[in-house]
């Protein structure tokens, strides 16, 4: 099958496993009451520099600053010569866009009942679209370390773990997502990750 053709319906696929999960979610799980739990146990337990965290967290995946970070590392390849593999962090990131957008459009989620902090989207709740998204750039950013020695691949390896963690639990504290919702990002951004560098074919070196 052809890469284009295979990734469209990668991304349709994964479209179809979100709307099943989120009209579960939804549906039939009657919104899972115990992560309504968590987002007001989340905030009530916080304080004033777990606020100040988690609003810089959430800001920091935001689309202006998402974009620039995936401008600078495209730049950076190409300075390298890899013209290909230059492409994969924006390729990743709209393939992780779309299906959070066409997801949440059917899915139709609330957002959480809690004071919302941070940037309103006019989206609904399931997917994460910004944890999707940068889960996705991510990835391409770890791959791109694996030519780096072991103790530098390992501390950017972590880093970037730790960094998807702590961007999960702030769209939590910040009234923005469900769990679930953060789940179903992560998973997206892994699998948009993928579908670009096999469309891309990023093997250079």
Known sequence: MPRVLRTA???AGLIAGNVLAGRLITGP????PA??????????????????????????????????VGVAI???LLAHGRRRAAAVPAVAMALASA??????????RPRPALQRLGTRQPTSSFPS???????????TIGAGAASL???????????????????????????????????????????CAALARDLLGDRER
């Open 35 to 68: 992560e309504h739990r968590l987002n007001h146990d989340l905030r009530r337990t916080g304080g004033t520099r777990a606020a100040a965290l988690a609003a810089g967290l959430s800001r920091s995946s935001d689309t202006v600053p998402a974009i620039a």
């Open 99 to 108: 299906t959070h957008v066409a997801s949440s459009l059917a899915v139709g």
């Open 29 to 32: 799980l009657r919104d899972l």
């Open 149 to 191: 020695p072991r103790p530098l691949r390992v501390a950017a390896g972590s880093a970037l773990a730790g960094y998807l963690a702590l961007l999960g639990w702030s769209r939590l504290y910040n009234g923005q997502h469900y769990a679930s919702d953060v789940l179903a990002g992560y998973l997206n951004g892994l699998s």
């Open 9 to 11: 319906a990668g991304v």
């Open 74 to 76: 495209t730049a950076a």
């Open 129 to 139: 679209g910004h944890v999707g998204a940068m889960t996705a750039l991510a990835v």
